[in-house]
């Protein structure tokens, strides 16, 4: 695929503070859906504005299509912006809202008519035309600011947090309406979001992030299977992180006990995080299990349950669609391609145990951060 955007060395602060982004290095390619993935204030949408024109880093270089356009206003840049405002005219009705970028232009008046009733038509909003914003419910307003960012043709859309808006059911309609759009129009899509599920079920390329730091970019499998630190195994999913020691290739010991992993490469004898996923937890007969524990709590979430087990002291979390009681003594057991080894690193020891794990505290969480990024 050809390189379109090279972010090389970007270093940005404000007012002399700590640095919102640290030393970043990201290629985007053609036809890319990549999200920027990560928690609140670790710089996602400061370097979506980097991109965008609408700020300027401090050190390092942006280059667009081997052009350095660090200095190049928005207005220049092949580029386009879908915030989490729309920022939708009032006084215009849906079409003149859509047109208006291409009346700046001063094109023809056929060509006008043609390009809005294609985006129009493209977002699903044939018919609408006349219609006022004011009148339309949330994901039809976000569609016509899409249709407005699509109708210059940029070679990139960016879209910061864009869904953050739309009640939970309109989100993940809107998920599969934007990857068709973006797949429709092959036209680069750079995508904000703290929400995990989002930027799984949507992207190309993932980019995690945390204190202005780039952890890790791949595939949404490779980032949920195959996480590098402790970070972004808890930040992806939930996962439980318990401590280790590999012995040698293919074989760790944690909890007492020594499993064969698909892991290789490490020291022998070095401490290790290990990750282990909820749905990859087997529960067994007493006697079947490598480990036992006993069950804490347990939630059903409709599709399956999820339960805290303690083991040895340290709180797992299984999810499983058998059912099991709370009190009741359990066998776990874990197959080779369950177990993920990691490097340890300033993250370990931070997540993992599920001691004081609680769907309401988590539901809390994302309200904050949902406040915090509005």
Request: glycine share 6%; net charge negative.
């Amino acid at each position: 695929m050809k390189k379109i955007i090279e972010l090389k060395n970007i270093t940005k602060s404000f007012d002399g503070e700590q640095p919102v982004l640290k030393n970043i290095n990201l290629d985007i390619y053609d036809n890319e859906f990549l999200t920027l993935l990560g928690p609140s204030g670790c710089g996602k949408t400061t370097l979506l504005r980097l991109i965008g024109g609408f700020e300027a880093p401090d050190e390092g270089d942006v280059i667009f299509l081997g052009e350095r356009i660090n200095n190049m206003p928005p207005h220049k840049r092949n580029v386009n912006t879908v915030f989490q405002k729309y920022a939708l005219f009032p006084h215009l009705n849906v079409f003149e809202n859509v047109a208006f970028p291409l009346r700046e232009k001063k094109l023809p008046k056929d060509e006008i008519e043609t390009r809005v009733r294609e985006m129009l038509s493209l977002v699903a909003l044939n018919g609408f035309e006349k219609r006022s914003v004011t009148r339309l419910s949330g994901g039809q307003q976000q569609r016509v600011a899409i249709a407005r960012a699509l109708v210059a043709h940029p070679r990139v859309l960016l879209l910061d947090e864009p869904l953050g808006a739309l009640d939970l059911k309109l989100r993940k309609d809107m998920q599969v309406e934007l990857k068709k759009i973006q797949k429709q129009t092959g036209i680069t899509f750079i995508f904000v979001t703290h929400d995990q599920e989002e930027a799984l079920s949507m992207s190309d390329t993932v980019v995690v992030m945390s204190e202005g730091k780039i952890h890790q970019i791949g595939t949404p499998v490779d980032i949920y299977n195959e996480p590098v630190n402790a970070f972004v195994a808890d930040f992806i999913g939930e996962s439980n992180i318990l401590d280790g020691v590999m012995l040698s290739d293919y074989k760790v010991r944690f909890s007492g006990q020594v499993f064969e992993c698909l892991d290789k490469g490490f020291g022998k004898n070095e401490p290790v995080d290990v990750v282990v996923r909820p749905e990859d937890v087997d529960i067994v007969p007493l006697e079947q299990g490598q480990l036992t524990g006993v069950v804490t709590s347990v939630t059903f979430m409709g599709v399956h349950y999820e339960i805290i087990v303690d083991v040895s002291g340290f709180k797992w979390m299984i999810q499983t669609t058998d059912f099991v009681d709370v009190d009741e003594t359990i066998g776990i057991q874990l197959e080779p391609d369950a177990i993920h080894i990691m490097k340890k690193s300033e993250y370990s020891d931070l997540y993992g145990d599920y001691s004081s794990f609680s769907n309401e505290l988590d539901e809390l969480s994302d309200a904050e951060a949902e406040e915090d990024e509005a």
